[in-house]
């Protein structure tokens, strides 16, 4: 295999990835290669906030995973899309942006993490925004020169500002963002979409492309670590010419992802040895937390047929939907400008607590009507159950890099876990018999989800699926179960850190992409410490 060496190796150009290559090459000096198994594309769809609804199944953007049988869901498998391009899933998610809730940071700083409370983890938050659209006004937990743009959506529509003043007569407050302190209430998102175009964590990369201070591996698939006297050495490499070893002088940082990031490490002999030895897989670290720990938010959605003819549902359709692209591409506006949820709402059970227990999305258009019905105008409410108890894993399928990993989050097998869920949707079906919300309703097409509790019960075990927020995978911790510790180095082993959602001890509150943006920013901050120690 032919060798070549870098500084700094990291693996995945996603949320997390961008971020740490992009800040570890401004430093003088210093060589840094980002690998991403996917494309570094320029297609149009990737920047149009629109594009969400191709990139959400595409084979080409898309790693596509599936789960095993959920027992608790009728035995259904559950999508489960991840990017497969240079941004990762900031590159075809719905890019909301939500830092999550103070009480989850300083949840992993009791755990023994000092560094990650919510007072120490906010510099890094502000520091990845550039908020000054969503927040005209100064404020000190507020950034204004980060990469990543921040704005509320631009349509305003009818049926979101209906979704909120109903939400609002059930006693939840108006809350404009749920960044600027409190997280409970209605309002408006904001999302990581300016001037109609995606802020997703590839515009870290702008400045490193500009004066090649790094370079860009994309089109790798990183087949296992190189590790020698437990110090990794590097990175084994495959693309369409072959195998390569490329070597890591100081660090390799894995920031795969929470499904890719313990496969590359299983693969690499760090895992459960057990299970390693199933797979003719020599263990070289015995450990194993890697791959337990998987969380995700499980989320249902209601539908309805809308009473009035001004959903983005037609939109969906090649027609329309190519008629909107158009436009999009000459004006840089219109139905494409948005990727159609800009309003939401938090709260929590007891209706008291500032943490919340439940997050909604409204969607103001209908991908999935029910089976043999003919929408020309939906709309739908997702519900999502936002720290679940249920605990899974990621293992090995086989010992093939381009195999996909066995993915089981177990979802429901705590019972907890379904009354909370069904109490979500209790709570979102009394905003939805709110004057300002029916006034948009023609037809409820999940009549399950308002009947009695055992109907209710059947009606989510037959459509909950996730929110596309897996996490924990390889947790922060100082059990022996952790995978990293709080300065995300992985035990047992030298030279190695573990940078994305699967550090998380606890799912956070709300959509993962901003806390995994700073989670990146936070591992740059540790490396360059450590490097200069």
């Excluded at 258009?365 to 936002?386: K, M, W, Y």
Aim: overall charge positive.
């Amino acid at each position: 295999m032919k060798e070549k060496s870098y500084d700094y190796i990291v693996v995945g150009a996603g949320s997390a990835g961008c971020a740490i290559a992009a800040r570890l090459a401004e430093q003088p000096h210093t060589s840094v290669l980002l690998v991403e198994a996917g494309r570094d594309a320029g297609s149009v769809l990737l920047r149009m906030p629109a594009g969400i609804r191709v990139l959400y199944t595409s084979r080409r953007y898309n790693w596509r995973y599936y789960t095993e049988p959920q027992p608790q869901l009728e035995n259904r498998r559950v999508y489960i899309p991840r990017g497969k391009v240079v941004g990762g899933s900031s590159a075809i998610n719905s890019m909301i942006a939500i830092r999550g809730n103070p009480a989850d940071y300083d949840g992993w700083a009791a755990q023994g993490l000092p560094g990650w409370s919510y007072r120490e983890f906010l510099p890094y938050l502000r520091k990845i925004e550039d908020s000054r659209q969503a927040c005209p006004e100064p404020r000190p937990d507020r950034g204004r020169n980060g990469p990543i743009r921040i704005a509320h959506g631009t349509l305003r529509h009818a049926i979101s500002q209906a979704f909120i003043d109903s939400a609002i007569a059930t006693g939840l407050p108006e809350n404009n963002g749920f960044n600027n302190g409190s997280q409970i209430g209605a309002g408006f998102y904001e999302l990581t979409i300016s001037d109609g175009q995606r802020y997703g964590a590839g515009r870290y990369l702008d400045a490193a492309r500009a004066d090649h201070s790094l370079h860009i591996a994309s089109g790798c698939l990183a087949h296992r670590l190189q590790i020698q006297d437990g110090r990794v050495q590097g990175v084994v490499l495959a693309d369409r010419n072959g195998q390569r070893l490329v070597r890591a002088e100081r660090e390799v940082v894995l920031s795969a992802g929470a499904i890719g990031t313990p496969q590359i490490l299983l693969l690499s002999g760090i895992g459960p040895a057990e299970h390693l030895h199933q797979h003719g897989i020599a263990p070289l670290v015995d450990l194993p937390g890697v791959g337990g720990n998987l969380q995700d938010h499980l989320d249902c959605a209601l539908r309805f047929e809308a009473s009035q003819p001004i959903t983005l549902t037609p939109y969906l359709g090649l027609l329309k939907g190519a008629i909107a692209g158009a436009r999009y591409l000459l004006t840089g506006g219109g139905p494409a400008a948005s990727q159609g949820i800009e309003a939401g709402a938090f709260w929590s059970l007891d209706g008291h607590s500032p943490v919340p227990d439940h997050q909604a999305h409204l969607i103001l258009a209908l991908r999935n009507p029910p089976a043999g019905a003919r929408i020309a105008h939906g709309f739908a409410l997702r519900i999502c159950q936002l720290r679940p108890r249920s605990r899974g894993h990621i293992r090995l399928r086989d010992a093939n890099p381009r195999s996909a990993p066995l993915i089981d989050p177990q979802f429901l097998s705590e019972a907890a876990d379904l009354d909370d869920l069904r109490q979500g949707v209790e709570r979102l079906r009394e905003i939805v018999r709110q004057p300002a919300l029916q006034a948009y309703i023609r037809r409820n097409l999940d009549p399950g989800a308002f009947g009695d509790a055992p109907a209710l019960s059947r009606w989510i075990r037959a459509h909950a699926e996730t929110i596309y927020h897996p996490s924990g995978t390889c947790r922060m911790g100082v059990d022996d179960m952790a995978v990293v510790d709080g300065e995300l180095r992985v035990r047992g082993i030298s030279n190695l850190r573990v940078a994305d959602a699967s550090i998380m001890p606890d799912v956070i509150r709300g959509n993962t992409n901003l806390p995994v943006i700073a989670i990146g920013e936070k591992a740059a901050d540790l490396i360059l410490r450590s490097s200069a120690a």
